[in-house]
Each structure stands twice: as structure tokens, then as C-alpha cells.
């Protein structure tokens, strides 16, 4: 049989907790369950940045998280240094045009994430040397390791799939 969109339909979820059953989640070519949905939600609000390097956008996307209420003004700083302290052990520019930058932290009590692009480009140090189109930030509590781990594990193995690649770029680009 071909692959055609009508045989690519998602069935009905399950009902939960006795309700009546859910509707199918609509995701973008490729990327199915697979995409972290919890933590950014359905519609995501992407962050076009300005920046020129990754040090830039990731203060951008720190700005955006204080602007949006994610994580409180006194602790933007803090929070920050994690993340550059994390990205000077190793660029988390895994390649693809992708950047995950990350960092675990009692200053949060829920995984925290927020998606930005750039359209020309970053120069994220990445793993092939190419810019960085698409930076998806995480901050996980402190304490939560398996999460932080199996988050990025997911994300990571996701990425070596065209078609999660291409997925990506329909929704976020």
C-alpha cells in the first residue's frame, strides 16, 4: 500500500478517565509523539531571534522566558550562567541547523522550554560547523536527572531522522 495522507491518518486516542475519546493530535510531517508537546505546548510561540552567535540567543530566549513569566526576573541571571556553563563544556549545536541548549537548576520546579529561529542563521559552534537555524532551550529541576536525560536522549535520536528534520522545519519555520 502507498503512503498517501489518508493512510497516514491518526486514529482516535483512547478516552481518558472514562471521557469520550480524544481527537487525534495534529503534528507536523515526522514528528508524531515524538516531539515534546508537554513542554512547549500545541501552539508554540517561536521567538524570532536577532542574534548573531549562540551567547546572543541565548540571551534573547532567556529574556523571552522572563518576559512570558517562566521563570522569575531575580533568577533570569543565574539561570543563564547555567546555560553558558553547560555550552563552554560542549556546544549543544548537535548539527542539522540545530541548537538544544540546556541546563538543570533548582531555580525551576518543571521542565521550561522555548523555541527560537533565525531565518539567516547563528554561529552556534556547532558539531558540523553549520549555523544554527532552530534553538530549542530546556531548563529541567535539579534532581531531575532521568527526565533531563531522556528529554535530550529523545530529541537527539529524533534528530538523525529526515523526516523528524523536515517535520521541524514545516512547524517551526
Do not use: C
Request: zero cysteines.
Amino acid at each position: 500500500m502507498s503512503d498517501s495522507p489518508s493512510d497516514q491518518t491518526p486514529k482516535t486516542q483512547p478516552a481518558s478517565a472514562g471521557g469520550p475519546p480524544r481527537p487525534p493530535k495534529k503534528t507536523a510531517r515526522g514528528l508524531g509523539d515524538e516531539f515534546p508537546d508537554d513542554y512547549f505546548g500545541p501552539k508554540v510561540n517561536v521567538v524570532n531571534l536577532q542574534a548573531q552567535d549562540r551567547w546572543q540567543a541565548i540571551e534573547e530566549l532567556m529574556n523571552h522566558l522572563v518576559d512570558t513569566h517562566k521563570i522569575q526576573s531575580p533568577h533570569r541571571d543565574s539561570i543563564a550562567e547555567s546555560i553558558k556553563k553547560r555550552e563552554l563544556s560542549m556546544s549543544t549545536g548537535i548539527g542539522f541547523g540545530i541548537g538544544i541548549p540546556h541546563a538543570s537548576t533548582t531555580l525551576v520546579s518543571e521542565v521550561v522550554a522555548v523555541v527560537g529561529r533565525s531565518r539567516k542563521g547563528i554561529q552556534f559552534d556547532a558539531l558540523d560547523s553549520k549555523p544554527v537555524h532552530l534553538v530549542f532551550l530546556f531548563l529541567v529541576p535539579a534532581g531531575q536527572f532521568q527526565k533531563h536525560v531522556h528529554l535530550l536522549a529523545n530529541l537527539a535520536k529524533s534528530l538523525h531522522r529526515q523526516d523528524f528534520r523536515d517535520g521541524l522545519s514545516d512547524r517551526f519555520m
